[in-house]
């Protein structure tokens, strides 16, 4: 069990670094409580791997350090870190038995083998692996494998941190649910630190508690899932979380207020100054949204009907607003108006929020 | 999938195959076949002898002592060129400049036509004026693979090993580069030390294309003919003249037209039963 700070990380896969593009990874500063479930969620190429692999030990960063329980590991071999990962193809030793696949972590560090039977007979157990435990590991379907991965990292007792790389991407989607439940289980069971990488928001909300957004990069947002989804930081986190994302939209400030679309716009927090430099957006979710009659005139051009919900579509000076509303709510057939929820509505300079809050 | 519909017009599709076969393969073949069980004085008057030629081959001293020259030298070859190309591909760099350096030094050999080899070893060998054997005289071991059996067999395998390791090489470089860096990492993890690495990951990743490079290795070894002739001409004495050499020597040295295919066709036998039993058990063992 550890807890994990990160000082001022960077990566670059180059020798020489020209341009900022030349980094995978541009600053990254954080900590991670001991025995938290963390996600790192971003798109591909956002630099999460490479984190991941910084932490394990795997990759030595160009620049900063990793701290576990204050002891700096930055240039400490993998095998001292006792760290689990796992990948996002399944590795299994092919050759193995599922068992003699879950004692390996074991052997290779002299365990005794009454002991090793005793941790892979729980082990096993936790993962409904008992009965294949005689088996070839290579006959396994892409699940069982995923979870020997898994139970590789888990049969160590000394494990600080499990990591998880895309770890469902090969599994079938029912079967996906099932090991996602399986995995917040095992986390409440086992109590290490968890990171788990992806892109996939449903998965990085419903597993972490604390979700690690990362974009280009450089970590833009650390939050629980409310947190992001009511107070996004950053533009590109309002985008990539919920669905569909985070209205964006352009405008101006005069004398102290937002102006778009000929409209005062309220904010939650309104602009410090009158005149800001950098590209203004104003942000707000599409829940955030409603039909009002005092509002600011729209064009509808599409309705969708998800069942519980509707999305629509409207245009406005060519810039798109979606509202979410309720299936029953009617949806006005001439002169639509429409209006932000001001304690949801935040103002962006250079795609990050204006806020005095924080 | 029953309502496929038969169109028997599709067998003349097979047909230019079937007679590019018919004249490259079993043409040949039966022609072989046909010498085996007749003797002939010239003329192309034959007469029927049956099994005849097989019994005298297989009951032959002569026979018998080059098929075991033959299983020794290929069993000395395997021995040695898979394990060595095993080591070879490990220690190559697997990104780099280098990479193309390596695979371009080793494919180097394999380009060489079979008899420049030969010649190239025999000048390199002879022990007043070859490089290799003034080197080996001026150690002061007395060496002379036109006269000594031992030293002819010895630079017979070496030869051998320098023209074909490099196949094994690239066969096995080829499993070590299809294996996802994921492998090494998580062996990292599991603290997995080199020779469990090489064991339980390398080794069975590479299982594939080895027993591609053994079975390749083992045919090409078992016929070999033009390398041992050009250098040793199958001497001193007999010590090595390997099947094909001797074949030749029956066929025409001798123009034993007859014992040469039946000799033939017990040579070609043997190449295809260890093949097939070989093949059989790596992939039944496969399929477990």
């Known amino acids: ?358 | 999938m029953n309502d496929r519909t038969a169109n028997p017009r599709a067998w003349w599709f097979v047909l230019p195959v079937l007679v590019l076969v018919a004249f490259n393969a079993l043409i040949p073949l039966m022609t072989v076949v046909n010498y085996s069980v007749q003797e002939t004085f010239g003329d192309n008057v034959f007469f029927w002898e049956g099994l005849k030629w097989f019994e005298q081959v297989l009951n032959s001293d002569r026979f018998h002592e080059s098929f075991l020259r033959q299983l020794a030298f290929t069993g000395m070859i395997l021995a040695i060129e898979v394990p060595l190309g095993i080591a070879v591909a490990l220690s190559m760099p697997r990104k780099g400049p280098w990479v193309s350096v390596c695979l371009v030094l080793m494919a180097l050999p394999l380009l060489i036509p079979w008899n420049v080899v030969g010649a190239m070893w025999n000048i390199f060998a002879l022990p007043d004026i070859g490089l290799l054997g003034r080197m080996i005289n001026g150690m002061g071991i007395d060496y002379n693979f036109t006269q000594q059996p031992v030293a002819a067999w010895l630079t017979t395998v070496l030869m051998d090993v320098w023209h074909w390791t490099s196949l094994v090489v690239l066969l096995a470089y080829a499993g070590l580069c299809s294996i996802p860096d994921a492998y090494y990492q998580a062996a990292k993890i599991d603290g997995a030390s080199a020779w469990a690495v090489f064991r339980y990951i390398q080794l069975p990743k590479m299982k594939r294309v080895l027993t591609i490079a053994i079975l390749l290795r083992f045919m090409d070894s078992f016929m070999i003919y033009t390398e041992p002739f050009v250098l040793t001409g199958g001497g001193p004495g007999n010590t090595t003249t390997f099947l094909s050499i001797d074949l030749v020597k029956i066929a025409l040295g001798q123009f034993d037209l007859g014992p040469a295919a039946a000799m033939s066709l017990i040579y070609f036998l043997v190449v295809l039963l260890v093949c097939w039993i070989f093949y059989t058990l790596t992939m039944r063992n496969e399929s477990q």
Not at chain 1, 32 to 54: Q, R, V
Not at chain 1, 106 to 130: C, F, H, P, W, Y
Not at chain 1, 227 to 238: A, D, I, M, Y
Not at chain 1, 293 to 314: F, H, S
């Open chain 1, 1 to 358: 069990m550890a807890k994990i700070a990160l000082q001022n990380l960077k990566h670059s896969y180059m020798t020489r670094t020209t341009s900022a593009d030349d980094w995978a990874l541009k600053e990254v500063d954080a900590v991670w409580e001991n025995g938290g479930a963390y996600a790192l969620l971003g798109p591909s190429g956002c630099g999460k791997t490479t984190l991941l692999n910084i932490i394990s030990g795997l990759l030595v960063p160009t620049e900063g350090r990793v701290l576990f329980d204050d002891i700096d590991v930055t240039d400490t071999p993998t095998i001292e870190r006792h760290i689990a990962q796992v990948f996002q193809f399944p590795v299994v030793y092919d050759t193995m038995t599922v068992y003699d696949n879950l004692a390996f972590p074991l052997r290779n560090r002299g365990v005794a083998e009454d002991k090793i039977a005793s941790r892979v007979q729980t082990i096993a157990k936790m993962l409904d692996l008992e009965s294949s435990l005689k088996r070839r590991a290579s006959g396994l379907t892409a699940d069982g494998k995923q979870k020997i991965s898994l139970g590789r990292g888990l049969v160590r007792e000394d494990v600080n941190v499990i990591m998880f790389d895309e770890p469902l991407t090969v599994i079938d989607p029912h079967l996906k649910w099932l090991l996602r439940s399986k995995l917040k289980e095992l986390h409440q069971h086992v109590g290490a630190t968890m990171i788990y990488v992806t892109h996939d928001q449903t998965e990085a909300l419903t597993f972490a508690d604390s979700v690690v957004v990362m974009h280009d990069g450089a970590v833009v947002q650390v939050g629980s899932p409310v947190e992001l989804f009511e107070h996004p930081r950053h533009t590109f986190v309002g985008h990539f979380i919920g669905s569909p994302g985070m209205n964006v939209l352009p405008c101006e400030v005069h004398d102290g207020s937002v102006i778009f679309a000929d409209a005062v716009v309220t904010t939650a927090t309104p602009p410090a100054s009158n005149s800001i430099d950098g590209r203004l957006e104003i942000g707000v979710r599409p829940e955030f949204v409603r039909f009002d009659t005092g509002g600011i005139a729209v064009e509808i051009v599409k309705v969708d009907d998800l069942g519980r919900v509707q999305i629509v579509e409207t245009h406005r000076d060519g810039y798109t607003i979606k509202l979410v509303v309720d299936e029953d709510q009617e949806i006005p057939s001439e002169n639509p108006r429409i209006a932000f929820n001001p304690d949801y509505t935040r103002l962006y300079v250079d795609k990050w929020v204006v806020d005095h809050e924080q």
